[in-house]
Structure formats: structure tokens, C-alpha cells
């Protein structure tokens, strides 16, 4: 006669983390912003319609990373760093545009919406 394998569960295999912090990580406030890319700004990388995948924040981290922001009113995606000074440099991503600066005296009307972490690409197919 042939052996057949047979695997006998008895329990659930334990959770990788202890029961209290499974869902640690969720909390109260939204924890991704979805929105689309209002124009081709970031071209040739984002494109108008674009959809983004934002992750709320209240400072720009190193690295140069692409944020959502609101200045006066008017909204922005762009990559952003600090300069030395405390000015914020924002890049375009066509390196063409190049960037602009906004001196350490007007960074506080930066209102940062959050990180850009995900695009979704929207192509009209007709």
C-alpha cells in the first residue's frame, strides 16, 4: 500500500506579533490621503490625473522625498529638501524646469499635506 502524507492541524499557528499589537499601527486619523495630480508639473514622472497615494506628515524629511503641500491656497506636488540656510528647495521632476526656492523667512507658509507614496498612472486609452 502507498503512504499517503497527512498533516493534522490541532490550533492556529501563533501570531507573529503578541495579541495586543496586531493593529497597533491603526489609529483615529486618516493614514493615507488619495487624491489626483491636479497638472503636469512633475512630468515627465507624473502626469496630470495621475492618481497619488499620500502619507500624512508635519515635516520634510531628508533625502529629498515628493510631498503634497498647499502654499497660499494653491496646492503642489513637488520633491522638496532643506536647505543649510533653512530655506526649502522644491524640484521639478524634469531636471529642464530645474527648482525653486523659498527663503527660510517664508518656509512657514508651507502647509505640507503629506509625502507622496504611491502613483497610480491614468492613461486615457480612447
Known amino acids: 500500500m502507498a503512504e499517503r502524507n497527512h498533516i493534522t492541524t490541532t490550533s492556529r499557528p501563533a501570531p507573529i506579533l503578541p495579541d495586543p499589537a496586531l493593529f497597533e499601527h491603526f489609529s483615529d486619523r486618516a493614514t493615507q490621503i488619495t487624491g489626483r495630480m491636479p497638472d503636469n508639473s512633475m512630468a515627465p514622472k507624473i502626469q496630470e490625473g495621475d492618481l497619488l497615494q499620500i502619507e500624512p506628515c ?69
Not at 82 to 102: F, H, K, M, N, Q
Not at 111 to 123: A, P
Open 58 to 126: 508635519d515635516e520634510i524629511g531628508t533625502g529629498g522625498a515628493m510631498y503634497a503641500f498647499e502654499i497660499d491656497g494653491r496646492q503642489y506636488v513637488r520633491s522638496l529638501t532643506l536647505g543649510i540656510g533653512g530655506e526649502v528647495i522644491a524640484y521639478y521632476a524634469d531636471p529642464v524646469r530645474g527648482s525653486d526656492t523659498l527663503p527660510a523667512s517664508e518656509a512657514h507658509r508651507i502647509k505640507l499635506i503629506g509625502r507622496v507614496v504611491g502613483v497610480l498612472q491614468y492613461r486615457s486609452v480612447i
